[in-house]
């Protein structure tokens, strides 16, 4: 990188948005009092903002992030769902595309958006540090190229997140050295804001409030970064048109609930067509259909029309029980890719690798842990070592040691997979393992729950690519019936989708993106445990089918 460039970035703070192509940021990770709490808490944030400044370009643009460290953990930052073609350097997983960056030292990330427009996010990628370096990535058309829906008068960003009175750093080691599940959330956030606080006095200071114009439309862009919870999204009396998920358009619905998981965004329509002397409830509340504790406390906020009376009315909502699983899938399965000629569907019609992979939670040996065993995440029976050099890294440069390329492509042991009761071996191995694929094949991989421990929800994101999400059921996957009720007309496009309880999920992508690419399940708790594998693309023949050479800057382990 030029010096010129980098003494520009060091500079600016916030860009201005222009017409230029380049997009100068700097993030500075620092800690920071948080006080819109009972108690104060310092934090780890992104130029002192929680949630932290939002990343704004355009289809097209190079975009140049400094992330400078100044807090003493390690730290990464991930652009979850920018495809970072031929720029794995810059996708930010520790340890798989890169070292972290050290305390007092700072990294360039340098991508370009290629063919993307919409609504992604950032957040850390190392330990639970993403509880609060998190924010949304904004990614306009290209200039003279509308939205595919009637322009919104205005847009809105929420943020949606979790909130631990205690650190999250604290909370996670103490589970890895006890073996057990880590603590819930005390709250949940809307833009920063909690609401309602186990053990706090609710304050005006402590709710989020949506500042809207009567008789208008607005785009919200709605981001789950929440560590551990899915979540239910909803406003009082009013309902959403669903235009966009994971910076993918789909054909418009509409809905009164938003089902969203950690990792994924979805951008609707809101029209304030209601009493404008009135104000209105917007309220978030978690998904959980499995025996598994998360945190059950909903947070609200107010949508208030301006010119409205403080002392207004309030219109209240009932949000989906828990367990609504049916809920959950009427909102899924009413996703599809628009699929118009200016944005068509290219899922692959042809397969190259099948996998079918099996996700839980099993358990291990651990002669540290309380009980002498630990909770482990598995794909296919394989729990993730993380190495201690980046995986990228030690592909690039062929440094042995580091991995294999033998990820099975099917479970090593077949069972029942959605047997309740499940009596069979708890036990997995261990292993820093990846799936090789040629340049350019077409892969299908089939995700299938399992009951052992317990059956759960599974939010599954893949780095590197968007993928296709063309089957989803309840039950064990049946290779010779389900496929033949694929979708492969108009299924929807994301970076991050759920596998359901006891149940399965098939996505398909085309592996033209050459690099190493992790994929994980999106709670916390489970890539912790061990929930994660990667794919290694390999390079093509052609000029622009290999990785780029690793920039100079890049973090040293």
Known sequence: MEAWIRAFVLILLFPTFSEAVVRHYTFKVVMKNYTKLCSTKSIATVNGKFPGPTLRAREGDNVLINVINNINSNVTIHWHGIRQLRTGWSDGPAYITQCPIQPGQSYLYNFTVTGQRGTLLWHAHISWLRSTLHGAIVILPQKGT?????????????VLGEWWKADTEAIINQATQSGMPPNVSDAHTMNGYTGPVRGCSVSSKGTYTLHVDHNKTYLLRIVNAAINDEIFFKIASHKFVVVEV??????????????????????????????????????????????VAVDNITNYGLLRYKGGHLGSPLALTSMPLINATQSQ???????????SKKYPVNVPLTIDH???MTMGVGVNPCATCLNGNKLVGTLNNITFVMPTIGLLQAHYYKINGVFTDDFPANPITTFNYTVANFTGGLGTLNGTKVYSLPYNSSVQVVLQDTSIIAPESHPVHLHGTNFFVVGMGIGNYDANKDPM???LVDPVERNTIDVPTGGWTAIRFRADNPGVWFMHCHLEVHTSWGLKMAFLVKDGDGPNQSIIPPPKDLPKC
């Not at 509308?146 to 929420?158: Q, V």
């Not at 609707?268 to 917007?282: E, R």
């Not at 899938?329 to 699929?339: A, E, G, M, T």
């Open 354 to 356: 099948s996998l079918f």
């Open 246 to 291: 994971d910076a993918s358009y789909t054909k418009p619905f509409t809905t009164e609930t938003v089902y969203i998981t950690p990792g994924q965004t979805t951008n609707v329509l809101l029209k304030t067509d209601q009493s404008p002397s009135g104000k209105y409830l917007i309220a978030m509340s978690s998904f959980m259909d499995a025996p």
């Open 146 to 158: 509308p939205y595919p829906f009637p322009k919104p008068a205005k847009e809105k960003i929420i």
């Open 329 to 339: 899938l009427k909102f899924i399965n009413s996703l599809r890719s628009l699929n």
């Open 485 to 487: 009720n694929f979708n």
